[in-house]
């Protein structure tokens, strides 16, 4: 069987038998995948502690091309991002990005803008405390670059362009209405939130991170993002309740 290499980052495991597990990772050359790790629980195990959710790790794993479960056989630790006594808020938050990563990354195919998503995501909230701002910077751009997030530059009924105006989205179609056009029907998106929306698109997760979101503007985004992904998951995000009651917006 062919063996294959790359980076992952643990996204969540779960018990196989008295010392297996199965792992499930996103992996930055083959999208997401599931590979058993024998012997993991072992006091000897050649994986010891690397294989903790949301660790970054380098792979080797075999398996026939096609099949939904691997082989693990290594797993070197680059970082661990919930090692050295992290925070409540930073186990929370990270947490949450594994699951909707879990939830829209394809397995065996690659999107290493996905991957580099993550990690640079996680660096930012080791670095400094996360917030609103690094959370639906994170829900955005994961929408975007899964091809769920609508164009909301322009008005779909009379073509004005709203980005820095403000707009109401309707996520169910992915119609987008100024306010004018939208007579007060659909998710309203005020002039804060749509500039924020925009300055996503052009910066690093670190430094739209370190700019405060108004509460407001969070909270729209927040209700924008939650309406997409229970659209196309057809269920919540059980960290996503947890996040909501931890900040409170």
Known sequence: MPLYDSEAVVLR???LADSDYITIFLTKDYGKIRAVAQGVKRPNSRFAG?????NHVFLEFYGREGRDLHRLRRADLIRAYLSKNPSLKQTCVFNYFAEIID???QEHQPN??????LLACLDTGVKMDPNSSLIRYFEIWCLK?????PDYTYCSTCGKYVT???FFALPGTGHVRCAECAEGRGLKIGESAAVALQNMMRVPPATFAARTLKKEAAAELGSLTERLLEMTLEKQLKSGRLLKEF???
Request: charge should be neutral.
């Open 13 to 15: 495991r779960y018990a």
């Open 50 to 54: 690397n294989l903790e959710p949301l």
């Open 103 to 105: 939830e829209l990354a």
């Open 112 to 117: 290493v803008h996905l991957f580099r998503l």
């Open 145 to 149: 670059l899964s091809g769920l997030l």
């Open 164 to 166: 820095n105006k403000g």
């Open 247 to 249: 900040f409170a917006e």
